[in-house]
């Protein structure tokens, strides 16, 4: 989960598990795999981050690079 802002200044949490597309109009805007859209204060790079970092702390991450190794032969 992420915490991010609404262009009203108030404060919310998403399951970053759910973002299908981050792009900025400039506005940043967050596609949900439900085809929902929201627009948050936060720069496309500030939302990438925090999706990160929320991976790496589920351990996403660990499972995503063992994945991307058998693939690869490694």
């Known amino acids: 989960m992420i915490e ?8 919310f949490t998403l ?3 759910y973002i299908e597309q981050i792009q900025a109009f400039p506005d940043t805007t967050i596609t949900l ?4 859209k929201l627009v948050v ?3 496309e790079i500030e939302v990438v ?3 990160e ?5 589920i351990g996403l991450t660990s499972i995503v690079a063992k994945n991307n190794q058998s693939n690869d032969g490694g």
């Open 41 to 43: 204060k936060e720069t």
């Open 53 to 57: 970092q929320f991976y790496q702390k």
């Open 33 to 36: 795999t439900n085809g929902k």
């Open 15 to 17: 399951n970053s598990l």
């Open 4 to 11: 991010l802002t609404k262009l009203n200044g108030n404060i």
């Open 49 to 51: 981050k925090k999706v």
